[in-house]
């Protein structure tokens, strides 16, 4: 049976052990695709993939994935859909687009992680905070703000970042 490159290079970038697994990741990325010409390619990739029998099948796509370029192998759509799964989960608090960032009296940005449970959340959680400059000199002045702040982001939390967004005028 002849394949097309196009659809060659659609088994290459979904192969899997076995005939089922490379047909489940090709069918869950046409239900994705918004181009037209591309999801016709891989319907026809996996029209003629069915009618391969099973160990011939595994057989060809193994083939077919040694046939192409190691770098393209490396780069696969399964490994760029894990990776994109693996992401770093979304922070919570304030948010980029927020209104807090944008007020004039904002200045500070922390990041926390949060890695023992506490009142601040749940392990692995992750937090971003705006502030202004009243809120940093409360922080500075009042010494058991900082003492309970402190201990509670030195036990339970992880500082990931902290930036000054703006200097006053």
Same mark, same amino acid.
Not at 44 to 66: D, G, T, Y
Not at 152 to 160: A, E, G, M, P
């Given at each position: 049976?002849?394949?097309? %490159?196009?659809?060659?290079?659609? !088994?290459?970038?979904?192969?899997?052990?076995?005939?089922?697994?490379?047909?489940?990741?090709?069918?869950?990325?046409?239900?994705?695709?918004?181009?037209?010409?591309?999801?016709?390619?891989?319907?026809?990739? !996996?029209?003629?993939?069915?009618?391969?029998?099973?160990?011939?099948?595994?057989?060809? !796509?193994?083939?077919?994935?040694?046939?192409?370029?190691?770098?393209?192998?490396?780069?696969?759509? $399964?490994? $760029?859909?894990?990776?994109? %799964?693996?992401?770093?989960?979304? +922070?919570?608090?304030?948010?980029?687009?927020?209104?807090?960032?944008?007020?004039?009296?904002?200045?500070?940005?922390?990041?926390?992680?949060?890695?023992?449970?506490?009142?601040?959340?749940? %392990?692995?959680? $992750?937090?971003?905070?705006?502030?202004?400059?009243?809120?940093?000199?409360?922080?500075?002045?009042?010494?058991?703000?900082?003492?309970?702040?402190?201990?509670? +982001?030195?036990?339970?939390?992880?500082? +990931?970042?902290?930036?000054? +967004?703006?200097?006053?005028?």
């Amino acid at each position: 049976m002849k394949f097309s %490159k196009n659809e060659l290079n659609v !088994i290459c970038q979904n192969a899997a052990p076995t005939k089922a697994e490379t047909l489940a990741g090709i069918k869950e990325i046409v239900s994705v695709t918004a181009d037209l010409m591309t999801k016709l390619i891989m319907e026809n990739a !996996i029209r003629r993939l069915e009618r391969i029998p099973e160990p011939e099948c595994s057989q060809f !796509i193994a083939s077919v994935k040694a046939q192409f370029p190691t770098e393209q192998n490396n780069n696969s759509i $399964r490994q $760029r859909l894990a990776a994109a %799964k693996a992401q770093e989960q979304i +922070l919570q608090g304030h948010d980029l687009s927020g209104k807090e960032r944008f007020r004039p009296e904002t200045r500070h940005m922390i990041m926390v992680e949060v890695q023992k449970q506490c009142f601040v959340g749940f %392990k692995g959680e $992750r937090f971003r905070f705006y502030f202004s400059d009243l809120f940093s000199a409360f922080w500075t002045n009042n010494t058991i703000f900082i003492n309970c702040l402190s201990t509670v +982001l030195t036990k339970h939390c992880s500082i +990931l970042q902290c930036a000054t +967004l703006r200097t006053n005028p």
